[in-house]
């Protein structure tokens, strides 16, 4: 039997009654819970409450792909926090409703169940998942500026304990199916060439339901332990986000502490809190580096070129990090230098990388055995991909290009991962000027997520949409952008740091001030710090080549720590020392210090850069720009953006007149 007049959902009933409940999207690749998803809902639980079937089994049409949370689209649609609290009670009332059917109910995983999906998930009485590589569980909304609205925090810290849900939520982690299940989001693993519709039906035949959290986990949500929890939480995620900046996690913390061992309470908050939070500009600036994260993924989408081994030539800091960068990605890599002594350090940093990220022996030694070291170049002739990574010297990139021209298949990928030099000079030395691209890394090339493709007049547009498909291949987001000296980000961010440079100079204010007036304002770090981070040396590089006469005095300072071995961070010590990776900063610093009016002092020459980057056609327009400079440079994501910031500090302004 089946019903299958709605849009989005098919149910169909077995011969023991069992009803199938299929969400299947129109006319999407992946579901998500529109306003008219949720509506059809509300229908099919109407009719279910009428008809009480033997049992509820809720599965998804998509292949590969549960639930992928609420249509964020619909939430620019929200004109104020009244009609927000308004749709966000209603949900929760028909998830409510879900969760008290009087009949026995299951779900079953495969792929993404995010947000709103795992949200509507925790309201069936048992929960199945698919155990594959693909199968993602999490809560991803504080990265929206949000936090669960439909339930979620209420039962997830019911179902598993205060603790754990607490740091699910409040990082947006995405858990593999067996961390889910040795949580207890999850109550049964089903191997992947199992079916999941068998044990599905077992599962509400047999009337099963999850086991719920354990006695340690119960605690959690008990007055005294909340108070507790609730403290070190709140230190913990200050130490990351800014509550000014990012108040989710905190309204979030704030209402379990308050509400947590009442569900009633625990709903009403999530309505009242989530209402002025979807509605505030830190979730709009996030909503908006979202759609432009999408924007950027797109790049390349239009390529069917994929890479299977990669050569980067250069095994320096960025070199080495790029190689290791693609060998985690799955690729094969050789890595040149001049001899094995300069790649012997690459290949330790490539030990440690692939330790922290992915924990398995056997996952490791594939890894280390994909990195190939190769003094004389071998990998060359196969490579897809050939990655220039030496020093920042155009006449000794011109003679390598020369060199391995003749070597490499007709149909690779060549590119510079120069940081500033204009690419029609590094081109003039090839037969095949047209194929030439940059592919601009930053570092740390782990942690840092964007590669500006960099192009002239001359350059193939293919070449271009290959080089994109490349980095999405890596899973980094291409940032096309105009050849011109410093291309986008160091264009940018000269400027930003000579004027830190010049203000401690000139005036004498503290370096930690200087960092953290640019912190107040919503930078990940500042100035300063940033100078270490990047290398001193790279900074001088490219002050030299973009600061001219006004940065004579800070390019000299400059090369003075270089030319001691102070280089920032790699080396120990640069503007400051650096002990287990971290700074060492004098706290009491800023004190007296107007930080404010010193940030904005130093974001002024930041935004200058960004306009005169816009004008001069560096990038296609404002959007991409606000997205290369959010993943390229950090620029507060609250914020949406600078030219973004910008616009909306101008409509502010003429309100106020």
Not at 154 to 177: C, E, H, N
Not at 191 to 199: G, M, N, T, V
Request: proline letters at 5%.
């Amino acid at each position: 039997m089946s019903n299958s007049h709605y849009r989005h959902w098919r149910l169909e009933f077995d011969l023991d009654r069992v009803c199938w409940l299929t969400l299947d999207r129109e006319g999407e690749s992946a579901n998500s819970l529109s306003s008219e998803v949720l509506d059809e809902l509300e229908q099919i639980v109407t009719f279910l409450e009428s008809e009480p079937p033997a049992g509820l089994v809720l599965q998804s049409g998509k292949k590969g792909s549960f639930i992928i949370g609420a249509d964020v689209r619909e939430f620019e649609q929200v004109e104020n926090v009244e009609q927000a609290a308004g749709l966000i009670r209603e949900a929760q009332n028909l998830f409510n409703r879900v969760e008290s059917l009087q009949f026995p109910t299951a779900v079953i995983i495969e792929g993404y169940c995010l947000g709103g999906g795992l949200e509507l998930a925790l309201c069936f009485d048992y929960r199945i998942a698919k155990n594959t590589e693909g199968t993602r569980l999490g809560f991803p909304e504080v990265r929206l500026g949000i936090y669960p609205a439909f339930g979620g925090s209420m039962r997830s810290t019911r179902q598993i304990g205060a603790f754990q849900a607490l740091q699910l939520m409040l990082t947006g982690r995405m858990l593999r199916a067996h961390q889910a299940k040795s949580m207890g989001l999850v109550d049964q693993l089903v191997s992947p060439h199992a079916e999941l519709r068998w044990a599905a039906r077992r599962a509400v035949l047999k009337g099963r339901k999850s086991r719920g959290p354990g006695f340690i986990a119960k605690l959690s949500n008990w007055a005294l332990v909340r108070k507790f929890l609730a403290g070190q939480m709140r230190k913990r995620t200050a130490a990351k986000a800014n509550p000014k900046h990012y108040p989710a996690p905190f309204e979030l913390i704030d209402a379990w502490e308050a509400h947590g061992n009442n569900p009633k309470e625990m709903l009403a908050e999530e309505a009242t809190r989530n209402a002025r939070l979807i509605t505030g500009s830190t979730s709009r600036g996030l909503r908006r580096v979202f759609w432009l994260m999408e924007r950027l993924k797109a790049q390349g989408k239009g390529s069917d070129f994929k890479a299977r081994r990669v050569h980067v030539i250069g095994a320096g800091v960025m070199g080495g990090d790029i190689a290791a960068w693609c060998v985690l990605q799955g690729l094969e890599v050789t890595l040149q230098d001049r001899e094995m002594k300069y790649i012997e350090p690459a290949l330790k940093r490539a030990r440690k990388l692939f330790a922290k990220k992915l924990r398995s022996p056997a996952l490791i030694a594939g890894a280390q055995s994909r990195l190939i070291a190769d003094v004389e170049g071998s990998g060359l002739a196969r490579a897809d991909v050939i990655i220039e990574a030496i020093f920042e010297n155009a006449q000794a990139k011109c003679e390598l290009f020369r060199a391995i021209e003749p070597k490499i298949k007709p149909d690779a990928i060549l590119a510079s991962n120069t940081s500033a030099i204009p690419l029609d000079e590094l081109a003039s030395a090839l037969e095949k000027p047209a194929r030439l691209i940059g592919l601009h890394f930053f570092n740390p090339v782990a942690k840092m997520p964007l590669v500006e493709v960099v192009y002239d007049k001359n350059t193939d547009p293919g070449e271009v949409e290959r080089g994109s498909a490349f980095c999405g291949q890596i899973n980094r987001f291409p940032l096309p952008v105009k050849s011109s000296p410093g291309f986008l980000v160091n264009r940018v961010l000269s400027p930003y740091m000579l004027k830190a440079l010049q203000v401690h100079r000139e005036r004498k204010v503290p370096m930690e001030a200087l960092d953290q007036a640019a912190t107040e304002f919503g930078m990940p770090m500042g100035p300063v710090e940033l100078a270490d981070t990047v290398g001193l040396d790279v900074g001088l590089n490219v002050m030299e080549m973009l600061g001219g006469e006004d940065a004579a005095e800070e390019a000299a300072l400059l090369k003075s720590y270089v030319e001691e071995g102070k280089l920032g961070k790699k080396s120990g010590e640069g503007f400051y020392q650096w002990k287990k990776g971290k700074p060492v900063k004098d706290d009491q610093a800023s004190a007296g210090i107007n930080l404010q009016s010193l940030g904005e002092e130093l974001m002024a020459p930041y935004f200058e850069a960004c306009q005169a980057c816009l004008e001069d056609g560096i990038v296609a327009d404002s959007d991409v720009l606000d997205a290369g400079m959010i993943f390229g440079t950090g620029f507060a994501p609250f914020r949406g953006g600078p030219m973004f910031y910008l616009e909306q500090q101008d409509e502010k302004e003429m309100n106020d007149e």
